[in-house]
């Protein structure tokens, strides 16, 4: 019953290449993990880092209704132009779902509008994301929480503008919270920051982690809505002037 | 594509029977010309203030995925006892699209929490709604603004909590401006506030509201969602006390 | 440097007689403890459950800018004229800063317009509330976490409406989170809800907690502004019809 | 009684030394204008495009409580270095007052996020900012509305993220409506918005006009709040890895 939805997932893909530990977990690469989980209304396209223009040409953007964004070692190695790019098809109202280090790259800074910053620690600690907006399509399938044994911990304060929706609060082992699952708007286009995610750890195949970015993918799909018209206008009423 | 929603429309339906004027208007009931032009996949039930119960018997409101609401000169006669059944189906999850003159209903007065008052003015003047957020899922199809060349003038200040999510702003032929479209969330339930409707004007058979209400249900349904526990709860890690 | 501001501390004051493990920690009362840590720019004044009208008189509400609430056992006895009482000050602009268990209060829950329940285990464990809006005037003088070593323990969901701002995030030993330091505005009335302050721990000594609470009280206090006008008006511009 | 505050009011400073016509309305300048009606408290450093740096160095930033900022003509001529080191101390916690055309300077376009476009006309119409949160400290001394009888009009879309807090909505003559005064958090830095103040009207003159920015430099400055620590961070707890 679900609507089709045109979902292109974008890679850095280094980890994955050059760290056997991060290979023998996502052995096909974190983007295929993630698109072998989606339901089958979606219609996935994969983008990687090393391939031209990043995989994310003009066309290919054109032709995607939510895009996804992992990346982490090398946030500084995408050409501003593709940036740019990315960033007009979301306000024209392609939605974007950020996942885990994803937060630090250039298109999540540029929408945000702040540092991005955070804290954070690598030890694989146990991590537990409360839902504290029980009713939103994003938590659609989940239970109160979802646990997650072993991830890296990123604690507050996160340096984001005030979330227009907050989904999900995380506890971590060490001491720490998080908001780990943020919604916001910018133009026409929906965005959907997802916490969990670091490439040492299994989390792309933990059920409630699919669903939940399954969810956003629905939740951030454009609608078809007009767009607005800028610049000078004409008055729509007769002026006294 | 749709999923199909359980709708029930409540009329006060008093004015319909008592002022030929607006029977002209709306000879079947405002709740009939609202339901008429909902789509396929919305199942109608109507319930009207003079039936048993206000027609929202358990049974009912339990088969309601989303209800409707307009009342106007008989807020009063709503019995408390309903009030709190709507209202706790509201938080369960049920969405609550309230139209018009039921800012001042009791069930709203309930779940804003402040008094809901307005200015007002009944001359028919024109309104015009301007889209705020263009991408939302409850302007789909409509273009930048909605003209009603006559409707009763409501406006600022309207003490309700800052919406989350504020999708119409009206302007009006007198001077004034109003919040028109407004979401909220309470509970696990989605409250959609739509401003146009006057009785004695034939704003429901304007298409671009019928859609903006069509929209608005399919957007304020229920998803299924978990239900929170709530009260004592047992510690999920082990605690060093 | 700081305006002057008239507080009222409101409490229910039956836990500390009736309960010597809490007389031995407030032997006298919780608003006494509240109210000798305010700064000197702030005219302290307390009100009982036990006294005639609840010790809220119109008068004494009328001269209230800020009035600070904690209840627990009894509130069911707090009258419903009071109550409405109460409630209409904070729409004209009085400031309301609820106190830990006041979350189930009568006046809270009439301004939230949801069930404001919540998870709780009172085992006196570990809490530390995180600060998630850094630049905000109620957390003048704070670190990063306010820590709390034995408190009752409040969990998500909080049935809540999303709060205007975020302040606090707390983390529980025990797994849980809470968004403990809540801002909003209903009318002209600022509300701050802040979680810790369990009657059997020390917590209202703690001068961070002190201070939180007195950085709310300055930022509740009403500012000055005109009072709306609502009801019929006179159209401000000629109207064409 | 209010806490001093540093003021620099940052003008373009174009428009009044090219067209005589500006120059009748503000003949020492915009800013000038503005800060002439400030009140004792707020002591005042001009700053202007021509002036080397633009005259934001490091120093009369970090000398700076709250920046206004009016720009219309030459933003592109704004170097990129100065507006990353205004960002910085927006972030830290300097608050920013966006004065009409700055909507299109490239220090609230990066702080937003949005491409902050709209839509215009220059002919003098009659404009009506409505106040919608009327205990905004921002509206303090002011009445239901503010009119000014003749501005350029700015109508929606206003392509923003949705504010933090509306405070202002305008009613246009010619039949536009749009989000006149905005409040955001960036960091620690609050930011607001606000329309009026084309340059061949005399907007800052207006007594209403000038008490909405003092109210807002005194709401906009900064609390002495705590830096968060971000980056690598040692657990607050024990782990059990």
């Given at each position: 019953?679900?609507?089709?939805?045109?979902?292109?997932?974008?890679?850095?893909?280094?980890?994955?290449?050059?760290?056997p530990a991060v290979r023998e977990v996502y052995p096909d690469g974190?983007?295929?993990?993630?698109?072998?989980?989606?339901?089958?209304?979606?219609?996935?396209?994969?983008?990687?880092?090393?391939?031209?223009?990043?995989?994310?040409?003009?066309?290919?953007?054109?032709?995607?209704?939510?895009?996804?964004?992992?990346?982490?070692?090398?946030?500084?190695?995408?050409?501003?132009?593709?940036?740019?790019?990315?960033?007009?098809?979301?306000?024209?109202?392609?939605?974007?779902?950020?996942?885990?280090?994803?937060?630090?790259?250039?298109?999540?800074?540029?929408?945000?509008?702040?540092?991005?910053?955070?804290?954070?620690?690598?030890?694989g600690e146990k991590e537990r994301l409360w839902v504290v907006q029980?009713?939103?399509?994003?938590?659609?399938?989940?239970?109160?929480?979802?646990?997650?044994?072993?991830?890296?911990?990123?604690?507050?304060?996160?340096?984001?503008?005030?979330?227009?929706e907050l989904v999900f609060t995380s506890w971590f082992e060490g001491?720490?919270?998080?908001?780990?699952?943020?919604?916001?708007?910018?133009?026409?286009?929906?965005?959907?920051?997802?916490?969990?995610?670091?490439?040492?750890?299994?989390?792309?195949?933990?059920?409630?982690?699919?669903?939940?970015?399954?969810?956003?993918?629905?939740?951030?799909?454009?609608?078809?809505?007009?767009?607005?018209?800028?610049?000078?206008?004409?008055?729509?009423?007769?002026?006294?002037?």
């Amino acid at each position: 019953m679900n609507q089709p939805v045109r979902v292109t997932i974008w890679n850095e893909y280094r980890h994955e290449l050059k760290n056997p530990a991060v290979r023998e977990v996502y052995p096909d690469g974190i983007h295929q993990a993630i698109g072998s989980a989606l339901p089958e209304h979606h219609t996935v396209t994969y983008a990687l880092l090393d391939q031209e223009q990043h995989g994310l040409t003009e066309e290919r953007l054109q032709e995607t209704d939510v895009l996804l964004w992992w990346g982490h070692t090398a946030h500084g190695e995408v050409q501003e132009e593709i940036v740019e790019r990315v960033y007009q098809r979301v306000l024209q109202g392609m939605g974007l779902i950020v996942l885990h280090s994803g937060h630090f790259s250039k298109i999540f800074k540029k929408l945000m509008g702040t540092s991005c910053d955070l804290k954070w620690r690598d030890v694989g600690e146990k991590e537990r994301l409360w839902v504290v907006q029980p009713g939103h399509p994003i938590v659609r399938g989940i239970g109160e929480y979802i646990e997650l044994p072993k991830e890296e911990m990123y604690g507050e304060h996160f340096d984001i503008p005030a979330p227009d929706e907050l989904v999900f609060t995380s506890w971590f082992e060490g001491g720490e919270v998080f908001r780990s699952g943020c919604c916001w708007t910018r133009g026409k286009g929906r965005i959907f920051y997802f916490r969990p995610g670091h490439e040492t750890f299994p989390t792309y195949y933990n059920t409630d982690v699919q669903r939940v970015i399954a969810n956003a993918v629905d939740w951030a799909a454009p609608v078809g809505t007009a767009a607005p018209a800028y610049g000078n206008a004409k008055p729509l009423e007769e002026l006294t002037i």
